[in-house]
């Protein structure tokens, strides 16, 4: 069994878990899991910047 199978396997076991069990929900699921990411990543980036600019 290949990495990407095993991979997939997971997800798909940690969706049922969540209940999420038809193929759109898992995406719908995960696209939103990316977005929360992404924003929490640049609030810190904005964070960080704001705080360097403080300092000159």
Same mark, same amino acid.
């Given at each position: 069994? +290949?990495?990407?199978? /095993? /991979?997939?396997?997971? =997800? =798909?076991? +940690?969706?049922?878990? %969540?209940?999420?069990? #038809?193929? +759109?929900?898992?995406? !719908?699921? &995960? %696209? @939103? ?6 924003? =929490?990543? @640049? #609030?810190?980036? +904005?964070? =960080? !910047?704001?705080? &360097?600019? !403080? %300092?000159?």
């Amino acid at each position: 069994m +290949s990495g990407k199978e /095993l /991979l997939k396997k997971a =997800a =798909a076991r +940690s969706a049922k878990k %969540r209940g999420i069990l #038809s193929e +759109s929900h898992y995406h !719908k699921w &995960l %696209r @939103t899991q990316r977005q929360a990411a992404a924003r =929490a990543s @640049t #609030s810190d980036y +904005s964070e =960080a !910047k704001r705080q &360097l600019l !403080k %300092r000159l």
